[in-house]
């Protein structure tokens, strides 16, 4: 009898996009792949975690910038376009 739980793969992620007064934010990876590239706010889903939500997190935990989303809907690529909360 097998008592582990079922195991799957998500090749989902989410990237969320910060323009505001001419300028784009951008962060400056420090592990990883793309080591000392900059790349778009963002990154991989937990378990059980809508892609809104590992936006909203990963901009959070990435950024510690407050946003609100101008586009809320998930886009079929995955992403949510974002904006400063004015």
């Known amino acids: 009898m097998n008592t ?4 799957f793969h998500r090749a989902f992620g989410t990237y969320g996009i ?3 007064d001419g300028k784009l934010l951008v962060i400056h990876k ?3 792949p793309y080591t000392y590239r ?3 706010p963002g990154g991989s ?3 059980f975690e809508t892609l809104p939500d590992a936006l909203d ?3 959070q935990e990435e950024t510690s910038t407050s946003y609100r989303r101008v586009f809320p809907r998930v886009r079929s690529r995955g992403g949510t ?3 400063k909360d004015v």
């Open 4 to 7: 582990k739980e079922p195991t």
């Open 18 to 20: 910060y323009y505001n």
């Open 30 to 32: 420090q592990g990883g």
């Open 38 to 40: 900059y790349d778009l």
């Open 45 to 47: 889903l937990e378990d």
């Open 57 to 59: 997190r990963e901009f």
């Open 81 to 83: 376009l974002c904006t």
